[in-house]
């Protein structure tokens, strides 16, 4: 099992950076990728974005590539999710998940493909 813990939400205004922290622990060894996603209300959970546990690639939903970045502290066991420029509409409860799968990254975008979710952490950005 994964434990995963969300941390760094918060109330911020458009324009204004924010970084979340996921921190991973128990079988930490066994996870191959670890992703952050997001749900509006009202709205589906969305994919933000991915990154490999060894930290050599990464992925970004098109309406974050080039505003956010993720990235695994040196050999630590959290990943970080730095957000400038931040919009209203990036308002949203963010979580992280983990999967321990070698899942490809035609389907890294899916929910399906993590097991291990972490309970979340609320950021809101306003205009």
């Known amino acids: 099992q994964v434990q995963l813990v969300e941390s760094g939400g918060g109330l911020v205004q458009a324009g204004d950076s924010l970084r979340l922290s996921c921190a991973a622990s128990?079988?930490?060894?066994?996870?191959?990728?670890i992703a952050w996603y997001r749900q509006a209300p009202g709205k589906e959970r969305a994919f933000v974005a991915a990154i490999r546990w060894s930290g050599t690639s990464t992925f970004y939903a098109g309406s974050v590539k080039g505003r956010f970045t993720i990235f695994r502290e040196n050999a630590a066991n959290t990943i970080n999710l730095q957000m400038n420029s931040l919009k209203p509409e990036d308002t949203a409860v963010y979580y992280c998940?983990?999967?321990?799968?070698?899942?490809?990254?035609?389907?890294?975008?899916?929910?399906?493909?993590?097991?291990?979710w972490g309970q979340g952490t609320q950021v809101t950005v306003s205009s």
């Open positions: 998940a983990a999967t321990s799968a070698a899942i490809r990254e035609s389907t890294i975008r899916s929910t399906s493909e993590y097991d291990f």
């Open positions: 128990g079988r930490t060894f066994s996870i191959n990728t």
